[in-house]
């Protein structure tokens, strides 16, 4: 009987593992704030006021919640796939830039045509730039950790070149593209908040990737497969397609985060516009246990995070390299104490799938 | 004879599931101590315990009257325990005596001292009778050599209690044999050896006492002389046994697999085998039993047949269709039902319930789905109908095929294979690992099937399951089929012969008694 209770009490402090990193993330933060020679509560009280404190706190936790999550959709989309994409951030650009470039080329279009068109161009980027990964994983079976990483490169310079060149503003100062046409742009929806489309658009994608994943036949192969592979192809399911198509999936959703920062924020293209969106989407899909519900909620979760450390560097005079210190901090504690178990089983289901058959 | 080791208690919880029930057992010096028990019954469990993998919750082990901490395999080597494992723990390239020496100093440091460990392995493989070369490549050993080898590895270390893991699953009759004289000279010698086993021939021809285990919980040690196998039998499963399959007697009808010449490669690893030009045909109201040690190209010949590797050469045809341009998914649509050899790695995707499962291989066909969207309504019906006829246990629809049972993963892979009526069926070790009761299930199943009029392409390495369901017996060697024999007729000492690779003209002529 003891052992029982004491063991359902293990498990409930477990379960609630993420509350403690955070907890405990804040703790070091302080510490660290107060090393910074500020006092840790106000800087926390200046924290929670910029996320939420007000109209425009709240709006640039949206605006930042935005890309963060379609960049943790698009994880999650891969990880129910058995695919792990770490190539956000590149994808994100090479669709912003195929998405830019028509803007720019087809500037003359009225907005219900332009605006869907270079979403739909933003989408195709960066998923060609994820299904490559994908195929080299699923046909040569190369690690898609490292092909995606190393993507990343070869994808926000090749954009940096085009802003350096054919794409360079007409002044030829800045690496970055003229301004958009206003047909591209993503309306405001709540002016109040400068709150845009892209979240409703970010909202419908979580929708659409569950209605995906679990109603769906599609889904269905893709889940087989992320789960086992071999057992899939013993029934006959299309491993190869399946993981190309996630993949691609993936990396679309990558390329909307990179579209709603450019069309809905920035207004143009510029080289290295992205923040770490796409990075920051793993830390999302991981917290939000790579469910499209969770996944929402980490990503106003970190969207507060980033606004709040904006508003302690203003308002406190917090040093910039100690507000990403803390940030970094928070991130890595919340995402291992979170994802270290998933991942682990995620490695381990791979390397089982590598030996299989040798029994 | 004196006590060498007395566990006390022993109780070992996972997750909240006892595997082990304070379990007692004492071991003297010089005998041969069976531990019997259905799968799951906790015997590997104990033994890993034992050989310092787990750790009890409770009770204690007392080596030579001494209580002892063994907190890692190390320290049970250290203080003479061995243990030879189900599959074995030798790396396949390296030679033998690299194998043994493993993990142990060498007086030459920092070489190597190949030369006088060989030596050494060389006079205790002669004391004991286990003819092991030093200096062969483990991977060009037969299993039972392999298995000799992990022996001397633990003489090597020392050993005076030796654990033997099912040590019989993967030898043919004659090598069974040949291990039993070993484990006598162990004993001679003064060694004790800890058999564990599910089969009760074994247990009546070679221990001296046996404890037997149910449900993680000791049912009694009884010395093997004064007990019978219907004695053993009741006390493993705990009820009688009425297990007789009635196998009526039917003519084939027509061909319905027909497999000629078929070749295919491997994947380049190393000791691995390819199918070497085949021929097989079976035919409807027909089991083609196929006999052979693990590793002899079943795995490829099945793999083959369902449309999982493409042959290099040869011909497959299932009802006069061709199939060599078929992905699985085409056979599949043949209407072949399928049992993988590994339920887990191959049957099922863990992690999807089981109404998940069971529309693995056709959720794409109306109504399980209409326009790309699964139909959820029409497939809980579907899981309803076939939980309830394949008694699927527990029947939730929802429950991940993970949290299941092993019998009850397999009566869920019959459920999806069978229930359509299949043609053929291509079954490899529909058995494994699975309790009477589960075993038995599946054969009636199988029969019913064959009696409908299905071909079954059965391949096992369990010989008794080879004979009971057979009506003819092909054995494989070496990607080879060297004989195929009526079931009625053939001889076991025959079959096994076969098994090892002798081939038929090679073979005595035995003398027939009328």
């Known amino acids: 009987m003891r052992r029982n209770w004491s063991e359902r009490a293990l498990s409930v402090v477990l379960a609630l593992a993420p509350v403690w990193a955070v907890l405990g993330a804040l703790l070091l933060g302080a510490f660290l704030i107060a090393v910074a020679g500020i006092n840790p509560v106000d800087a926390y009280a200046a924290l929670l006021e910029g996320a939420f404190g007000s109209l425009s706190g709240l709006g640039l936790t949206l605006q930042k919640t935005v890309p963060l999550l379609f960049a943790g959709l698009g994880v999650a989309f891969a990880f129910r796939c058995g695919l792990f994409n770490i190539g956000g951030e590149g994808q994100l650009h090479m669709g912003a830039l195929l998405g830019g470039w028509l803007a720019l080329t087809f500037a003359g279009l009225p907005a219900p045509v332009l605006l869907p068109a270079v979403l739909i161009a933003s989408f195709i980027g960066g998923g060609i730039w994820g299904a490559i990964p994908g195929l080299l994983r699923a046909k040569w079976n190369m690690s898609e950790i490292i092909t995606t990483i190393l993507m990343n490169y070869i994808g926000f310079w090749f954009v940096s070149f085009t802003l350096h060149g054919p794409l360079q503003e007409s002044r030829g100062y800045y690496p970055q593209s003229e301004i958009l046409p206003g047909a591209s742009w993503l309306p405001i929806i709540w002016p109040a908040a400068r709150v845009h489309l892209g979240l409703v658009l970010a909202l419908l994608a979580a929708a659409g990737v569950y209605v995906v994943l679990w109603r769906t036949t599609i889904g269905y192969q893709i889940r087989a497969v992320g789960s086992n592979r071999r057992a899939a192809e013993y029934s006959g399911i299309p491993a190869v397609r399946s993981m190309v198509l996630a993949m691609f999936v993936s990396g679309g959703l990558m390329g909307l985060a990179g579209a709603a920062e450019i069309l809905g924020v920035q207004h143009r293209l510029s080289d290295f516009f992205s923040p770490g969106y796409g990075f920051d989407g793993i830390a999302v899909a991981l917290l939000g246990y790579t469910h499209p519900v969770g996944v929402a909620l980490a990503a106003v979760f970190f969207g507060g995070l980033r606004a709040g450390f904006n508003a302690i560097q203003r308002t406190e005079g917090l040093p910039l390299a100690m507000a990403q210190v803390v940030q970094g901090l928070t991130l890595i504690l919340v995402v291992s104490s979170v994802a270290l178990p998933r991942l682990r089983a995620l490695l381990r289901r791979k390397e089982a799938a590598s030996a299989g058959g040798v029994d | ?514």
């Not at chain 2, 409770?58 to 320290?75: A, F, H, M, N, Y």
């Not at chain 2, 040949?178 to 484990?183: E, I, K, Q, T």
């Not at chain 2, 705990?238 to 295919?264: C, H, M, N, Y």
């Open chain 2, 1 to 514: 004879m004196g006590t060498l080791l007395q566990l006390e208690n022993i109780t070992k919880v996972f997750d909240g599931l006892v595997a082990n029930d304070r379990i007692s057992l004492d071991v003297r010096e010089g005998e041969i101590h069976a531990l019997l028990g259905e799968n799951g019954a906790g015997k590997t469990t104990l033994m890993n315990i034992l050989y310092g993998l787990y750790h009890p919750d409770g009770g204690r082990i007392r080596l030579r009257g001494e209580t002892v901490r063994l907190s890692s395999p190390k320290d049970a080597i250290m203080k003479g325990i061995g243990m030879v494992h189900q599959h074995f723990m030798l790396i396949p390239p390296l030679t033998v005596t690299e194998n043994i020496i493993l993990g142990l100093g060498s007086l030459r440091r920092p070489l190597l001292d190949l030369d006088s460990a060989a030596e050494k392995i060389s006079s205790l493989s002669a004391g004991y009778g286990l003819d092991v070369d030093p200096r062969a490549e483990v991977c060009n050993l037969s299993v039972g050599a392999q298995q000799r080898v992990e022996i001397v590895k633990a003489l090597y270390r020392g050993a005076d209690l030796f654990i033997l893991d099912e040590p019989t699953s993967v030898l043919t009759p004659q090598e069974v044999d040949g291990l039993f004289n070993v484990l006598r000279r162990l004993v001679d010698e003064g060694h004790s050896v800890i058999f564990i086993t599910h089969k009760l021939d074994e247990v009546m021809d070679i221990s001296d006492r046996v404890t037997v285990l149910r449900d993680g919980r000791l049912v009694a040690t009884v010395n093997t002389a004064e007990t019978s196998k219907q004695e053993l039998a009741r006390m493993m499963v705990g009820r009688e046994i009425v297990f007789r399959v009635d196998k009526e007697a039917l003519t084939p009808g027509e061909t319905v697999l027909e497999v000629s010449g078929l070749q295919v490669d491997m994947e380049d690893e190393r000791c691995s085998v390819a199918l070497q030009g085949m021929s097989l045909s079976v035919r409807r109201h027909e089991v083609l039993g196929i006999a052979g040690v693990g590793g002899n190209g079943q795995t490829e010949l099945a793999g083959a047949v369902v449309g999982l590797f493409a042959p290099v050469a040869g011909k497959i045809t299932i009802l006069g269709h061709d199939t060599a341009e078929r992905s699985t998914k085409g056979v599949i649509k043949l209407n072949v039902g399928r049992i993988p050899e590994d339920r887990q790695a191959q049957g099922l995707v863990p992690d999807f319930t089981i109404s998940e499962n069971l529309i693995a291989t056709r959720y794409t066909e109306p109504p399980l789905s209409r326009r790309s969207f699964l139909n959820f309504p029409f497939i809980a019906e579907l899981a309803k109908g076939l939980i309830g006829e394949y008694d699927i246990r527990p029947p939730q629809p929802a429950l991940l095929a993970k949290q299941m049972s092993g019998g009850n993963q397999q009566k869920l892979i019959l459920a999806r294979e069978l229930h359509r009526e299949p043609d053929l069926i291509v079954a490899v070790q529909p058995t494994r690992g699975l309790d009477v009761g589960a075993t038995e299930y599946i054969y009636k199943e199988l029969l019913n099937h064959r009696a409908r009029g299905a071909a079954i392409l059965l391949i096992s390495t369990e010989l008794e399951e080879i004979f009971t369901l057979s009506d003819r017996i092909a054995v494989m060697f070496r990607g080879e089929i060297l004989g195929i024999r009526d079931a009625e007729s053939a001889d076991l000492e025959e079959i096994g012969l076969l098994m090892a690779g002798v081939r038929p003209e090679q073979q005595p002529l035995r003398e027939m008694t009328p």
